[in-house]
């Protein structure tokens, strides 16, 4: 069973950046990992996804050039990193892993993952 908890949310200025981690346990080496969040009165919206190898990756428009997500599977930790925040980005972060082991394609739908951390909730502040 795949179990994930994110951690690094908090309230920080625009402009300003944070780094938020999920840890997993359960095997997720071998899933592609991915970000999503979801800002109140909207729908959850991918952010970013990851390969199980690490080599590939994929954004959102509207996080692209802003946003990193990377993973260390020595550690079964998976990482987004966010910088230039802006007051839009608010929201509950969530990380997730594919329903797929050793998966060829990187998803950006919700139904797609079937295993989902608790949340971080990020305020950024105008």
């Known amino acids: 069973q795949v179990q994930l908890v994110e951690s690094g949310g908090g309230l920080v200025q625009a402009g300003g950046s944070l780094r938020l981690s999920c840890a997993a346990s359960g095997r997720t080496f071998s899933r592609n990992m991915g970000w999503f969040r979801q800002a109140p009165g909207k729908e959850r919206e991918f952010v970013a996804a990851i390969s199980w190898t690490g080599a590939d990756t994929v954004y959102a428009d509207s996080v692209k050039g802003r946003f990193t997500i990377s993973r260390n599977n020595a550690k079964d930790t998976e990482y987004l990193q966010m910088s230039s925040l802006k007051p839009e980005d608010t929201a509950v972060y969530y990380c997730?892993?594919?329903?797929?082991?050793?998966?060829?394609?990187?998803?950006?739908?919700?139904?797609?993952?079937?295993?989902w951390g608790q949340g971080t909730q990020v305020t950024v502040s105008s």
């Open positions: 997730a892993a594919d329903r797929e082991t050793f998966g060829p394609i990187l998803r950006r739908v919700v139904s797609q993952y079937d295993y």
